[in-house]
């Protein structure tokens, strides 16, 4: 057991890439970059599923979501399957919250001693209607998921985040005067860079419109999508729904200035950190709990298996922490493991997972397996997701595969998986997946999961009209 404190912090939505320490061209994040540089960021992490509820329920358990059977954003987390919070206060370590959660209710025993202005569900239950993904069920082409408005400005979130930050700070300082000297855990959740895509000026003015590069693999430039993405695409299709480019770029200076908003909080709680004392003796995590489109293949938000929403950043550094990076594919499952492993306490996590501090002390497991998962909003069918070495192969439940060689093609432009000369990877990638879970029992599970609950909350016509039609409000908060 450790005797350094642990503080992790977790943002929505913030693609791996959108770092300068990432090697990112132009995305200004020099907080994280002070925080890689010293100690280690693990450049190939990923979520267990591309949408905020379900990733987040299964990073709080530890487990992949076909082992907790939240499956989307109408299944929140309620505390209900032993998480890493429970294995903290079973070993009496204070463990406490600020900020977004997206779990069910504050009322549910989650893990935590206190949730501090928590960011839950709407109303327990979510967003009901995503959960309806049958083709002759579903409903399609809603409003634009993005907001009504896009650019320079402060919404709800962008106050909730600021709050959020003033909490932390005034936590680490009254813990710093208290007399209890003993390790605690603080997790700190930020919503930003989450749509709506509204960000204070001085971020926004950062990255000038005409000097934005293309969106790659644009279908207006004669780029197919995947059938699989194109339905999924059709629950909300925002690339069609801009006014003109103008507003589209605005949508991409929007989004990274939100990167470097959530970096200016994430640098003030490192103030407030270095301020309180307790720096020296603190672990400080970085990550998201999944990446964003941001306009590739003329996607946005996340849901689907492309780097874009199922790659995380992930940071960590502290007393005993190694400076450099980490190549060894991660999971925010193995950060669950770390959190516990870190006070000596034990978690009931998916078969594998490891502490992130003592990966960053080994050598380098490009063949380590990480696997994701999705069967939320706009599918209809599951889609399963292996990286292995240099492969990344997508398996959908009724469409093709997908086989991407992310060493000669990182940007997975080109799709190996009919080419013959490769049907022996596929083989191979398949047989890995299946170690970890049946894709084909496991897509009927969640289908019927996904119907016991429309039919325990009245049926189709009901559930249409309960939870958030998009975007999950903050609570109130006075700034």
Avoid at 145 to 169: F, H, I, Q, W
Avoid at 445 to 466: P, Y
């Amino acid at each position: 057991m450790s005797t350094a404190n642990l503080l992790v912090i977790m943002s929505d939505e913030h693609q791996a890439c959108a770092m300068g320490c990432a090697g990112h061209p132009f995305v200004q994040t020099p907080n994280l970059d002070a925080l890689a540089e010293r100690g280690t960021r693990f450049a190939n992490a990923y979520t267990p599923c591309s949408i905020c509820v379900p990733a987040r329920a299964s990073f709080a358990t530890g487990r992949y979501v076909h082992q907790t059977r939240l499956w989307d954003n109408a299944m929140p987390y309620d505390g209900s399957i032993p998480g890493w919070g429970h294995s903290l206060q079973a070993a009496g370590v204070s463990v406490e919250s600020i900020g977004k959660l997206h779990y069910r209710s504050e009322e549910d025993p989650a893990g935590f001693d206190i949730e501090h202005i928590p960011m839950n569900v709407v109303g327990g239950v979510g967003m009901v209607w995503a959960s309806i993904r049958r083709e002759d069920e579903r409903i399609t082409g809603g409003g634009r998921m993005l907001g009504d408005y896009v650019g320079p400005g402060n919404s709800k979130y962008t106050d909730y985040d600021r709050a959020v930050t003033e909490r932390a700070a005034q936590w680490l300082q009254s813990r710093a005067a208290s007399s209890d000297g003993h390790p605690w855990c603080l997790y700190v959740g930020l919503v930003a860079p989450h749509f709506p895509l509204v960000v204070p000026q001085q971020y926004f003015d950062l990255y000038p419109l005409d000097s934005l590069p293309d969106a790659k693999l644009h279908p207006d430039e004669g780029h197919p999508r995947h059938p699989w993405v194109e339905k999924q695409n059709e629950l909300n299709d925002t690339e069609a729904k801009f006014e003109d480019e103008e507003e589209r770029l605005r949508a991409i200076a929007s989004y990274y200035g939100l990167c470097s908003w959530l970096d200016h909080n994430v640098g003030a709680i490192m103030k407030s950190l270095q301020a309180s004392g307790m720096m020296d003796n603190t672990i400080v995590v970085y990550t998201s709990d999944h990446g964003d489109n941001v306009g590739a293949r003329g996607l946005w938000g996340k849901s689907n298996l492309y780097m874009e929403s199922v790659a995380v950043p992930m940071i960590m550094a502290g007393p005993g922490v190694p400076a450099g990076t980490c190549n060894t594919p991660v999971s925010l499952l193995d950060l669950s493991k770390t959190i516990t492993a870190h006070f000596g306490a034990g978690l009931k996590a998916a078969e594998g997972m490891r502490p992130l501090d003592a990966l960053a002390r080994e050598a380098d497991d490009p063949e380590r397996i990480v696997f994701s998962e999705y069967h939320a909003a706009g599918a209809v069918s599951g889609a399963f997701m292996l990286k292995k070495g240099r492969w990344k192969y997508h398996f959908y439940i009724g469409f093709p595969a997908e086989l991407f060689d992310l060493q000669a093609d990182p940007e997975e432009t080109v799709n190996l998986a009919d080419d013959p000369a490769h049907a022996g990877t596929v083989a191979m990638m398949d047989a890995e997946l299946r170690k970890i879970c049946d894709p084909e029992a496991t897509d009927a599970r969640a289908f019927a999961d996904q119907a016991a609950l429309i039919e325990r909350l009245g049926g189709r016509e009901a559930a249409l009209k309960l939870g958030a039609a998009g975007a999950t409000p903050p609570p109130e908060v006075s700034t």
